[in-house]
């Protein structure tokens, strides 16, 4: 069990929310320049599991 203060875990929570954000637009911005955060949350999601899979040396 680890016991964090209330400001560790708003800085821990927006370094991630902030790496998801930056993920959604490097992969999820349309040509028009919106961005469609579902597309690129699963473009980037698929990115993250294949690149596990190339460095395990299972592809």
């Known amino acids: ?3 964090w203060a209330a ?5 821990k929570l927006h370094f991630i929310m902030k790496s ?4 959604c637009v490097k992969y999820g911005t349309q ?3 919106t961005i469609d ?3 690129g949350a699963n473009i980037a ?3 993250k599991v294949a ?4 460095e395990q ?3």
């Not at 998801?20 to 993920?23: D, L, P, Q, S, Y």
Request: charged content about 20%; proline content about 4%.
């Open 57 to 59: 040396g299972i592809i």
């Open 31 to 33: 040509p028009d320049g």
């Open 51 to 54: 690149q596990a899979m190339l």
């Open 1 to 3: 069990h680890l016991g």
């Open 45 to 47: 999601g698929f990115m």
């Open 7 to 11: 400001e560790e875990v708003d800085a």
């Open 37 to 39: 955060y579902v597309k």
């Open 20 to 23: 998801i954000h930056e993920a």
